[in-house]
Every structure is written in C-alpha cells, then in structure tokens.
C-alpha cells in the first residue's frame, strides 16, 4: 500500500544528511567532499551577466543564487572549454547554454519536452531519453534542478542515453542531486492531469499544496542504485557533497551533485 503524507518532503538536517553520507560510503559510492570557492564564484557571477536575460527578474529575483550558484557548479564540473559540444537537458529557456557559450567557447544545445519535435538549430526538441541525434554527440551535458522531475522510468532511460550520447571523455552533471533517508516523490495534486498519474508504488508519496510542480523524486541509497548505478553501462559516477553552500547565500541548498563520465578510448574502468 501506497504510503501518503500531507506536507513536503522534509529538508534534511545535519542528521540525517549524516545518514545519507554514511549510507552512500558503505554501498560503495565515490563520495568527495567539494568546498566552494566564493571568490570565484562571484566572479563567475560577474561575468555571465545575467542582467542580460529575463531569468529570475535578471539575476535579481527570489532564488536566483541557488540557480547561479547550480550553473557554476556544473560548469566547475564539466570543466567546460572550447572543444565541448554542451546539451542543456531539460532547458525551459534558461540562459545557461547562452552562458557557457560566451564564458566558455563551448557550442551549446539546449534540450527539453516543450520544444519542437527535433533537432532546429541548437535547440532539441523531444524526449530526453531518446533525443533524435548520432551516437557520441556530445563531450558534456547537465540537468540543472530538472532531473527529478524525470517521471516514472524516465530517469533510468535517461541515464541508459547518456551512454549512448556522450562522446569517450564526455562528462554528464546532474545538480542537485536530491537524496533522503527513504525513496519519496512530491507532488502538487493540482498539477496532475485530468484522470489522475500513477505513481512508483514503492515511493511515499508527499502531497505538498501550492507547490506548483506535479513531481519531485527523492532518492533513497538503494533507489539510486537500482534506477541510476544499475543503468550506467560502461559510465563512471561520483557524488560530490557540497560543504559550504549558505556561505553563497542562506537560500543556497545544493547539497549533492552527480558527476557521471564516459571512460576514455582504452580506459574503462567499469566492473
């Protein structure tokens, strides 16, 4: 039976995200400790612009450091450069892929349901478990704030394309990474379609009012390693936690970010 809790998923505390530190060690995870620059940080800030875009009232808005300090992170991550051909999965005209391109030099798609059907320009339309490019087309790629909204099987199909997607050396980063002590998915019972949305039966189900999204999953250990780790192929992860991230702001919560690599030519690594 369906497990249902009237409230949001709670945030964890220094506890529990203990706990979760402590769970990820013991199955075997590559965790590395990652302290953030500030310096650097603001001055990745200064040169992006934001005041450019209309995105979050041009840098001025509510939670707009946690979603610069996102961009930085993956772009620290990806350790992007001339030579990358970036994806920007599940875009919703963020400014990111803009971005990457004038810091970086690095050619920038930006991926995501609400675009055409297809490939038009840099923008790719569909779905992002099946998107209608070659094998190895990208050398990086990151889902910023989107993966949890992957639904049903989307994330372990999205995870199996990234194999086939990424180049040899390609990197994918997906921040943040929402982890919890039990498998949960929000949800906004206003946002769901008309007939209702089936749901992972083995999730608890948190019923967060007003929240204006339809779905938020929360890993537990043993769901990441049979819907992400399990799905991987021949990729590589590791799963950065985040030390300092209020001293960019209070408002700050990325916590976790996963990196996944694509061995080199004559380096795979994998078991």
Not at 202 to 207: E, G, Q, R, V
């Amino acid at each position: 039976m369906v497990k249902i809790v009237p409230s949001l998923v709670p945030i964890p505390d220094i506890d529990v995200h203990q706990r979760i530190v402590k769970d990820l060690r013991a199955a075997g995870f590559n965790l590395i400790s990652f302290r953030i620059n500030k310096l650097d940080y603001e001055a990745y800030i200064r040169r992006a612009n934001y005041d450019q875009y209309d995105y979050y009232e041009y840098g001025s808005g509510q939670n707009f450091a946690e979603k610069s300090l996102e961009h930085y992170m993956a772009a620290k991550l990806l350790h992007l450069n001339i030579q990358d051909i970036y994806i920007d999965i599940a875009n919703s005209n963020s400014p990111t892929p803009q971005i990457y391109n004038q810091l970086f030099g690095c050619k920038s798609y930006r991926q995501d349901l609400i675009f055409p059907e297809g490939v038009n320009g840099f923008t790719i339309g569909g779905d992002a478990s099946k998107m209608p490019i070659s094998d190895e087309f990208a050398s990086a790629m990151a889902l910023h704030c989107s993966f949890e909204h992957f639904e049903k099987d989307a994330d372990i199909r999205f995870i199996q394309e990234a194999s086939r997607v990424l180049k040899p050396g390609g990197r994918l980063c997906i921040l943040p990474l929402y982890l919890h002590t039990e498998y949960a998915i929000q949800t906004d019972l206003a946002e769901l379609p008309k007939g209702g949305f089936t749901f992972d039966d083995d999730a608890t189900i948190y019923i967060a009012t007003s929240w204006k999204s339809r779905h938020g999953r929360f890993y537990d250990v043993s769901h990441l390693i049979s819907r992400v780790r399990n799905n991987l192929r021949k990729l590589n992860m590791s799963i950065y936690n985040i030390d300092n991230e209020k001293e960019i702001d209070e408002t700050c919560y990325l916590k976790f970010a996963m990196l996944i690599e694509k061995p080199k030519l004559g380096h795979d690594t994998s078991a």
